[in-house]
């Protein structure tokens, strides 16, 4: 009998409002997720810890670990201290990093992940990808989707704009990462997962396209709603692609060529996106993508997050070394550094300054 369906791995809990962080307990009771009330709950010395005081009395069952930062060794530590405590489930509260020590963490030992995040910086809060930095630079990990994710928008009203604005840029990467992946398959007959695209590709014009801004919480739905998604995109196609390709390429040379002035991950994907959309020849598109950028605040030119020419352009052309293995744009067109800089200044010149 052929296979009608398929098991897509995706939380079986996700509660994006205001408010939500009021029911957690109840959530995760009324799911079974953690019906003891036996949670190890991983917070950072942030915004996780100032929500603790205010979670902790609905949560008597719970344990409490503190997270220095965002290093492999910091997960290792945590699994250790919590892999004796009879845990129903891993909590992570706050932000990136601490979601994705607990990720791990969880997965060391055998739990669920419970993702709280505290901001929406990057759709890391529902993948089935744990970035750690270690002695090497940053590394990824698979790690299971999150069991359940709680987004209260209220939170993320309180949380830095431009940990936000992150992750406008970073959601609507993924139309640049699709296309992307669509010139592979047509070039080299790599396989497109048309599910995890769709989804993703959805997410990112949803994004692209709603008139609001960080302020409305009907905008913040939507752009933590398109995180999710984007998290979940990956778990179907095994892999980071619907949401990763020359934009993310050149995000990560941002990272390892400058990694002490690196700006946040979803403002150098959205500033990568604009540019691969208009290196691929799709200009209406770039510029349209720019104009929503800017309109969240987001930087569209490498001098806004204080780089120079000279040395996007060496970001671009280093952009390539970060993913072997991986085609889009930049490997398709191979471009040469002088090459780099007359379309750039073609760039500038269709986005404007």
């Known amino acids: 009998m052929p296979l009608l369906t398929r098991l897509i791995p995706s939380p079986v809990v996700v509660d994006i409002r205001p408010g939500a962080l009021d029911d957690l307990a109840c959530v995760l009771a009324d799911e079974r997720i953690a019906q003891s009330g036996r949670l190890a709950v991983a917070v950072s010395g942030g915004s996780g810890a100032r929500l603790r005081e ?158 609001g801004g960080i302020g409305d919480n009907g905008f913040l739905q939507v752009l933590a709603e398109a995180l999710v998604l984007s998290g979940i995109s990956m778990s179907i196609s095994g892999d980071s692609r619907p949401s990763s390709g020359s934009c993310h390429e050149i995000n990560h040379a941002f990272d390892l060529l400058f990694p002490k002035r690196a700006a946040a991950h979803g403002e150098q994907c959205g500033l990568g996106a604009a540019f691969a959309m208009y290196l691929r020849g799709a200009h209406e598109e770039a510029v349209h993508t720019g104009e929503v950028l800017r309109r969240h605040g987001l930087p569209v030119l490498p001098e806004e997050i204080g780089f120079s020419v000279d040395e996007f352009v060496r970001v671009v052309e280093f952009a390539p070394e970060t993913r072997p293995g991986r085609y889009t744009i930049l490997e398709h067109l191979d471009l040469k550094t002088n090459q780099i800089k007359d379309i750039y200044a073609d760039y500038v010149k269709a986005i404007g300054s």
């Open 54 to 211: 205010r979670i902790a009395p609905s949560l008597p069952g719970a344990s409490w670990y503190e997270v220095g930062g965002g290093t492999l060794d910091d997960a290792i530590r945590l699994a250790g201290e919590m892999k004796s405590g009879h845990y129903d489930a891993v909590v992570g509260l706050g932000g990136g990093k601490i979601i994705d020590c607990a990720k791990f963490a969880a997965a060391r030992i055998g739990l669920p992940l419970v993702a709280v995040p505290t901001n929406l910086a990057h759709d890391g809060l529902c993948s089935p990808v744990a970035t750690l930095d270690n002695d090497a630079g940053r590394g990824s990990y698979g790690v299971p989707n999150p069991i359940a994710v709680v987004i209260d928008l209220d939170v993320i009203r309180e949380a830095p704009a431009r940990f936000v604005r992150a992750g406008i840029g970073d959601a609507i990467s993924n139309i640049n990462a699709v296309a992307d992946w669509e010139l592979s398959n047509r070039v080299n007959g790599e396989k497109i997962d048309g599910l995890a695209a769709a989804m993703a590709r959805q997410a990112g014009e949803a994004v692209l396209r709603h008139p």
